[in-house]
């Protein structure tokens, strides 16, 4: 299990930017993947971005490519997810997750979660 602490959630307007953040206090997260999940109302939880610790590559869920862009500082071992031409879809409360790469990607139900930070994009 890993600690993860999420910030930076917010209101946001449409086309508007956000970034947030996650980070795991004390913990190194050599060989892990680090994740952002949302769930909007009334959904489930959904993919949205993954990036691995070890080599920094990252991966986007369609809807969310050329406007969201996930990135590592390993120096405060923090992962950053920077929200760009934000939309009314992107509302909803977002979650990061920590798990090995061994891990199939989009699962909902393995790793570690965080306690997730609200984002309300208004149109």
């Known amino acids: 299990q890993v600690h993860l602490v999420e910030s930076g959630g917010g209101l946001a307007q449409a086309v508007g930017s956000l970034i947030l953040s996650c980070t795991a206090p004390?913990?190194?997260?050599?060989?892990?993947?680090v994740s952002w999940f949302r769930q909007a109302p009334g959904k489930a939880r959904e993919f949205v971005a993954s990036i691995t610790w070890n080599l920094g590559t990252p991966t986007y869920e369609d809807s969310v490519k050329g406007r969201f862009t996930i990135s590592r500082d390993t120096a405060s071992n923090t992962v950053h997810l920077q929200m760009n031409n934000l939309n009314s879809e992107d509302t909803g409360a977002y979650y990061c997750?920590?798990?090995?790469?061994?891990?199939?990607?989009?699962?909902?139900?393995?790793?570690?979660w965080g306690q997730g930070t609200q984002v309300d994009v208004s149109s």
């Open positions: 004390g913990r190194t997260l050599t060989n892990w993947r």
């Open positions: 997750n920590a798990r090995s790469t061994v891990l199939p990607l989009k699962s909902t139900t393995q790793g570690s």
